[in-house]
């Protein structure tokens, strides 16, 4: 099935890498015109190019959305190109540092509220205006450390069950405009976040998190962007206030049953999105 949102304008926040450029690509091919938005060392230009070379609709936006003047000219910019908000998807977060509490640094933690929790404030509040015109509605990302909390990144899962909480929120008091919002919880995903040599994880840490995961892999940033989609349609018209796990079960699990999974499972799907940057997406701290 295509085109489940056509005509329908979606802001995708960090869109240029990772889950993130596969929402943008899925969304294209689905029929919507997508604003592109990211840092402006993320590679959101190329994801625009990308998805114009292949038929689709898009534009970038590179600029910080924490900051609310930022997320406003973000959501003023979708509607001065294409007329209209339907979709916002506060994809956007990071994931800097790996460390017991006593030893995780201050500075992570403020670029963590910054990230994950103030862009997703600011890009909600300036979006809501458009949204209640059009009856749209809201994705955001959360985690299955939003859940169940991670070790050795507790901060970071506390971020996570803030956006749980923060959006079930606006799920209430959004109704009464007729805007939707959920959240996708990704367990552990096929991005640069989750391998040693790309992002803040050692080799123990990558080892448990696949065989802690009953289908005994990492999932496929194309098999969250599918939930995304399917959120953000209008086949979602009666889903709000809603978590959807797509963490291969790992936050049911308890013990190695990765290890058990059958071989089916333990294979990622094909896909059809060509993603390109799926492996970058560094969260280092930028001093930005």
Same mark, same amino acid.
């Given at each position: 099935?295509? =085109?489940?949102?056509?005509?329908?304008?979606?802001?995708? $926040?960090?869109g240029g890498?990772?889950? @993130?450029?596969?929402?943008?690509?899925k969304?294209?091919?689905?029929?919507?015109?997508?604003?592109?938005?990211?840092? /402006?060392?993320?590679?959101?230009?190329?994801?625009?190019?990308?998805?114009?070379?292949?038929?689709?609709? +898009?534009?970038?936006?590179?600029?910080?959305?924490?900051?609310?003047?930022?997320?406003?000219?973000?959501?003023?910019?979708?509607?001065?190109?294409?007329?209209?908000? %339907?979709?916002?998807? =506060?994809n956007? @977060?990071?994931?800097?540092?790996?460390?017991?509490?006593?030893?995780y640094?201050?500075? +992570?933690?403020?670029?963590?509220?910054?990230?994950?929790?103030?862009?997703?404030f600011?890009?909600?509040?300036?979006?809501?205006?458009?949204?209640?015109?059009?009856?749209?509605?809201?994705?955001?990302?959360?985690?299955?450390?939003?859940?169940?909390?991670?070790?050795?990144?507790? /901060?970071?899962?506390?971020?996570?069950?803030?956006?749980?909480a923060?959006?079930?929120?606006?799920?209430?008091?959004?109704?009464?405009?007729?805007?939707?919002?959920?959240?996708?919880? /990704? @367990?552990?995903? %096929? $991005?640069?976040?989750?391998?040693?040599s790309?992002?803040?994880? %050692?080799?123990?840490?990558?080892?448990?998190?696949?065989?802690? $995961?009953?289908? @005994?892999?990492?999932?496929?940033?194309?098999?969250?962007?599918?939930?995304?989609?399917?959120?953000?349609s209008?086949?979602?018209?009666?889903?709000?206030?809603?978590?959807?796990?797509? %963490?291969?079960?790992? $936050?049911?699990?308890?013990?190695?049953?990765?290890?058990? +999974?059958?071989?089916?499972?333990?294979?990622?799907?094909?896909?059809?999105?060509?993603?390109?940057?799926?492996?970058?997406?560094?969260?280092?701290?930028? =001093?930005?």
């Amino acid at each position: 099935m295509k =085109n489940r949102l056509e005509g329908k304008v979606a802001i995708v $926040t960090g869109g240029g890498t990772g889950i @993130g450029e596969a929402i943008c690509k899925k969304f294209a091919q689905e029929g919507a015109r997508v604003v592109v938005a990211g840092f /402006p060392e993320d590679p959101v230009d190329d994801v625009v190019k990308e998805i114009q070379k292949e038929g689709g609709e +898009a534009i970038a936006y590179n600029g910080d959305i924490s900051k609310e003047v930022n997320a406003k000219e973000c959501v003023e910019l979708a509607v001065k190109e294409y007329g209209q908000l %339907d979709i916002l998807i =506060n994809n956007a @977060g990071v994931f800097p540092e790996v460390n017991m509490l006593q030893d995780y640094t201050e500075e +992570a933690l403020d670029y963590m509220i910054k990230n994950n929790i103030k862009s997703a404030f600011a890009m909600s509040k300036a979006a809501l205006p458009e949204l209640h015109k059009t009856k749209g509605n809201i994705v955001s990302a959360g985690s299955e450390a939003g859940v169940i909390g991670i070790a050795q990144n507790a /901060p970071y899962g506390g971020t996570k069950g803030f956006i749980h909480a923060f959006m079930k929120g606006l799920a209430v008091e959004q109704s009464q405009f007729g805007v939707r919002v959920n959240v996708v919880g /990704p @367990g552990p995903i %096929d $991005t640069a976040w989750t391998h040693k040599s790309t992002g803040p994880m %050692d080799k123990k840490m990558v080892k448990t998190m696949k065989v802690a $995961t009953p289908m @005994g892999r990492r999932g496929s940033p194309e098999e969250v962007a599918n939930v995304y989609c399917f959120l953000a349609s209008d086949e979602a018209s009666y889903v709000t206030g809603a978590l959807y796990m797509v %963490d291969g079960g790992i $936050t049911v699990t308890k013990g190695p049953v990765g290890e058990e +999974a059958d071989s089916s499972m333990k294979k990622q799907p094909k896909g059809d999105l060509d993603l390109e940057h799926s492996k970058e997406g560094h969260t280092s701290i930028r =001093n930005k």
